[in-house]
């Protein structure tokens, strides 16, 4: 079978597609027939050797799959072959096949298409816990996004809106906060064109933020935590800027505010049930509609450089998406 290799860290041109032998289904695995894989900013990250997360080599970019059960081991009962289903896989989803634990899967409906179904899992999951778990949010409060258009600010946008947050699309242009505005955001800061900490006063009529939620990072998180509310959250998502901030804990002594830690991958494997019955609600309002999973463009496994560049780039609006 066809796969995308890194077989060193290295940048994405630098990646290989190669014929690999197709994987075997042990014992309480499937193999998946890998239709749609979504891809995420931190496989950069990972080929680059800059994540927390370092496979051994070689492996394959792409973190969550959407396909068709290909072939069953012993020990699996409750899925079948030709069952559509997806699957968080962590890496290795740029590849034409995938053994994966059975106890990982979960089927999807027949009228949700793979891509937007590979799009649910790590974006929507992520969003979804953080306002579950580490938001503790009130209806009625202000919700402020940074990077609102990327995935998990879109994400955390709908899902934002559909509790009854106020949705504050914060980004880098005006095409990305009028994407932002289509998928659930009320307002939006150009944060290229207007100061974020005083854009957020502005909007909040000097109240701040009471959630503040930054894959952002960079030169952005202490602007945004100087807007937060009284009492605010900061929720720490990720770090798309490149940069890891120093952040000066007297913010949080003056506001009164928190700064919490969003490592969705962690909660999952020290909460698989809880995790395995949000990607079933997720799905499920994927398929009704509730949440877009949109798709910003679609590339063949060939061009898994350029489809890593447009994330890079942060051109993406929604899920970039391979089709091996």
């Known amino acids: 079978m066809k796969a995308i290799l890194c077989t060193q860290f290295c940048e994405p041109d630098d990646l290989v597609l190669a014929d690999i032998a197709d994987p075997v289904a042990a014992a309480g695995q499937v193999v998946i027939a890998i239709k749609s ?11 680059q050797g800059k994540y927390q997360i370092k496979p051994p080599f070689p492996f394959s970019p792409a ?17 079948k ?5 997806v699957a968080s896989v962590g890496h290795n989803g740029a590849r034409e096949k995938i053994a994966v634990a059975a106890a990982s899967v979960v089927k999807i409906p027949d009228h949700l298409d793979f891509d937007r179904a590979a799009g649910c899992i790590i974006t929507y999951g992520t969003a979804l816990h953080a306002r579950e778990d ?3 949010p009130k209806p009625g409060e202000t919700l402020a996004v940074l990077g609102a258009a990327g995935g998990t600010g879109l994400a955390a946008c709908e899902l934002g809106a559909l509790m009854g947050l106020k949705v504050i699309a914060c980004a880098s ?3 990305k906060i009028e994407f932002a505005k289509q998928h659930g955001a009320e307002l939006g800061l150009n944060y290229a064109t207007e100061d974020l900490k005083e854009g957020l006063k502005r909007i909040t009529a000097g109240e701040g933020a009471n959630i503040i939620f930054d894959p952002v990072g960079g030169k952005y998180a202490e602007a945004a935590l100087r807007a937060i509310a009284w009492e605010g959250r900061f929720l720490v998502i990720g770090f798309a800027a490149g940069d890891i901030p120093k952040m000066p804990l007297n913010l949080a002594l003056l506001k009164g505010c928190d700064i919490r830690g969003v490592f969705w991958g962690a909660w999952v494997k020290k909460n698989p049930a809880k995790n395995r019955a949000n990607l079933e609600k997720l799905v499920q309002w994927a398929a009704e509609g509730k949440i877009s999973s949109h798709v910003d463009r679609t590339f063949p496994l060939a061009q898994t ?3 890593l560049k447009v994330l890079g780039g942060r051109q993406a609006m929604g ?3 391979l089709k091996p």
């Open 173 to 175: 242009s005006d095409e």
């Open 305 to 307: 450089a350029e489809a």
């Open 63 to 79: 973190a969550e799959v959407a396909g068709i059960i290909d072939s069953v081991g012993d020990g699996v009962n409750d899925l």
């Open 319 to 321: 899920k970039v998406i």
């Open 37 to 47: 894989a979504a891809l995420n900013f931190f496989d950069i990250l990972m080929i």
């Open 134 to 136: 580490r938001a503790s």
């Open 81 to 85: 072959v030709g069952d559509r289903v």
